[in-house]
């Protein structure tokens, strides 16, 4: 009985082969030093690149020995992170986004999380990015007082001056 080899730091398998034009296409390797010592076993590495990281691909990509087009090719915020929920806000909850205040159910127009998240994307009434914050107080805590839910915005894309 062989066993299977895993990466000491990402605990990820090697691919079995390689395919037909020696290609390795490796979207769950999270340590580039096991996945260099897999392919040096098996004859060394010719060139590495990366094609994708997260949502973004090569065909937003922009030439590094040139800029052009790199103006038409800019992400707005609104794109970004689509594959994190969001809440909506109106005028009242930018404003206390603007500061840094935590958002209550109330303070939400949509989305407002029924349980625990990692992190949640704060638009506006148009869709804007405005914040990301951090989900608190959905989880019992060690106390027996009541917790109130909010969402507390660690990462602010706007100033006061903004719109």
Known sequence: MSAVLRCPQCHASPPTRL???RIVRLTYYQCLRCLC???TK??????LRRTRSGGFG???AVPGDSFEGARERVVPLSRLLTDWPAVRVGAE???L???GRELAAEDVLSGFPAGPLERVRVLDETG????LAVPRGFDPGPSEL????SLHPDVVLLTSESR
């Open 93 to 95: 909850g930018r404003r």
């Open 146 to 149: 009541p917790r109130r839910p």
């Open 42 to 47: 098996k004859g060394g590495i010719v060139a």
């Open 128 to 131: 804007e990015l405005l914040a």
């Open 58 to 60: 090569l065909e937003h």
């Open 97 to 99: 986004v603007v500061h």
């Open 19 to 21: 395919d037909d034009r």
């Open 37 to 39: 010592a897999w392919v």
